[in-house]
């Protein structure tokens, strides 16, 4: 009997652990993430760009994860130095594989975001 108390104590314990894991989602943007995209969208600085911004954000077809990548591509090329643009590579990859798989016209926003 206590065996399967402890059990059951030790299931609960682990599952009330995993609760904000679980929270967070790869298929689905919290709002406070989807707010700071949209945000970015908004200073970039042609009104092409800020659409097709939000089309992305927007976009049922790519998961949350590729878009956070963006974000954080997005964030660290617009801050301009040479770090934040070899910090970015790896967003910048996953940004840029799961838009050309979604047909978005990729090398035209990167070369805009690069300048």
């Known amino acids: 009997m206590l065996r399967k108390t402890i059990t059951c104590a030790a ?8 609760w904000p ?4 989602s790869v298929r689905h943007l919290e709002p406070g993430e989807r707010a700071a995209m949209l945000t970015a969208c ?8 800020r659409d097709l911004c939000r089309r992305i954000v927007d976009d049922r077809q790519l998961i949350a994860n590729a878009k956070r990548s963006c974000l954080w591509a997005m964030t660290a090329l617009m801050q301009g130095t ?6 970015s590579l ?3 990859y996953t940004c840029t594989v799961s838009l050309r798989r979604a047909g978005y016209p990729v090398s035209a926003v990167l070369r805009r975001l690069s300048d």
């Open 11 to 18: 299931i609960a314990m682990s599952l009330a652990a995993a």
């Open 82 to 87: 040479a770090w934040a643009k070899v910090k």
């Open 90 to 92: 790896p967003a910048t």
């Open 42 to 49: 908004r200073r970039l600085h042609h009104g092409n760009d």
């Open 21 to 24: 894991a679980a929270a967070y």
